[in-house]
């Protein structure tokens, strides 16, 4: 569970006007495959809003526009969630294998 990011009314009105950044984002940088866990593209969305959110409490407007700066911070989020979960899935199938030869090794000549 995620701490939860507190908003203010502007920065909440920022993050309604901009959603749309977020499905750019997923659209232009991501493959959205729905048989893998994590991929799927609601869990990207979701994931990008969240993003989204972080962006508008820590944006500067005298540094760029918000769209601009809040679609380097999502597409970022993006990544690195991706990595994390392929980091997980990577742990999840070496244990798994592990797991199945030790119970499957039976050698021929032990039959």
Known sequence: MKKTIPLTIEQQELVAANLSVVRWAIRDGFHVNETIYGFGY?????????????????????????????GKVVRNGLTSYCRSQCS???????LGMKCRAARCWNPWWQT
């Open 88 to 94: 997980k899935e990577r742990r999840f199938t070496r």
């Open 42 to 70: 609601d869990d990207l969305y979701q994931e990008g809003c969240i993003w989204l959110c972080h962006a508008a409490v820590s944006y500067d407007p005298a540094l760029s526009k918000f769209p601009t700066y809040a």
